[in-house]
Nanobody, 128 residues
């Protein structure tokens, strides 16, 4: 059974940093697309950053230059380093995975329909 478990959320002041982690288990990790998706209160989920099976990366314009996605295949862990956090970054952050993904990173970022596994989410709250 596929399982994604996120951690690392919390409350920080604007300008601060957090590092989210997502540990994956139950499937062959290397041939998947993975992404960080966030949902602010009252808003739809949006892709924040994605990485395709070849390791190519796409990052949303709203976080470009501040957020970095990476993964460690040996540890089966996806990371999101978030720097210079802003109040608009507040929300629940989810890790998502798609098996045997052949989409490129930009496609994996902009369309969430392909993801068939989701974590439980971790809350990020940024105060001014």
């Amino acid at each position: 059974q596929v399982r994604l478990v996120e951690s690392g959320g919390g409350s920080v002041q604007a300008g601060g940093s957090l590092r989210l982690s997502c540990v994956a288990s139950g499937y062959y990790y290397d041939h998947h697309c993975m992404a960080w998706v966030r949902q602010a209160p009252g808003k739809e989920r949006e892709g924040v950053a994605a990485i395709d099976k070849d390791g190519e990366i796409a990052v949303a314009d709203s976080v470009k230059g501040r957020f970095t996605i990476s993964k460690d295949n040996e540890k089966k862990t996806l990371y999101l380093q978030m720097n210079s956090l802003q109040t608009g970054d507040t929300g629940t952050y989810y890790c998502a995975a798609e098996e045997w993904c052949f989409r490129n990173a930009n496609q994996a970022l902009t369309s969430l329909k392909g993801y068939n596994y989701w974590g439980q989410g971790t809350q990020v709250t940024v105060s001014s």
